[in-house]
């Protein structure tokens, strides 16, 4: 089970870090990634990260504002995410990949947390 949390509302250039908890099983061998909804649109990956965390690759629109990191001592993910606009507002969930790796494509994930939404204002 995956426990997604760290989502609010704050204003445009704000920072947020979200938080990304797994309880039940150990996610260690496990590919990681964001995914943020926002109304109206498809589901789209945010930031992806490898089992052991050499591996990470962001969306063009995060990119040099996100950045994601693991603690598998903890089972824990992280998404800081700074410089925020109105287009990250959304709801964003946390999913674990049945590989090592962290595709892209939402179809390898099997695990999925509740969300947590953020709210960028202008």
């Known amino acids: 089970q995956l426990q997604a949390s760290g989502g609010g509302l704050v204003q445009a250039g704000d920072s947020l870090r979200l938080s990304c908890i797994a309880s039940g099983r150990t996610f260690w061998n496990n590919g990681i990634g964001w995914f943020r909804q926002a109304p109206g649109k498809e589901r789209e990956s945010v930031a992806l990260i490898s089992y052991n965390g050499a591996y990470t690759s962001y969306a063009d629109s995060v990119k040099d504002r996100f950045t994601i990191s693991r603690d598998n001592a903890k089972n824990a993910v992280y998404l800081q995410m700074d410089s925020l606009k109105p287009e990250d507002t959304g709801a964003y969930y946390c999913?674990?990949?049945?590989?090592?790796?962290?595709?892209?494509?939402?179809?390898?994930?099997?695990?999925w947390g509740q969300g947590t939404l953020v709210t960028v204002s202008s």
């Open positions: 999913a674990a990949s049945r590989l090592a790796t962290a595709p892209r494509d939402s179809a390898y994930y099997n695990y």
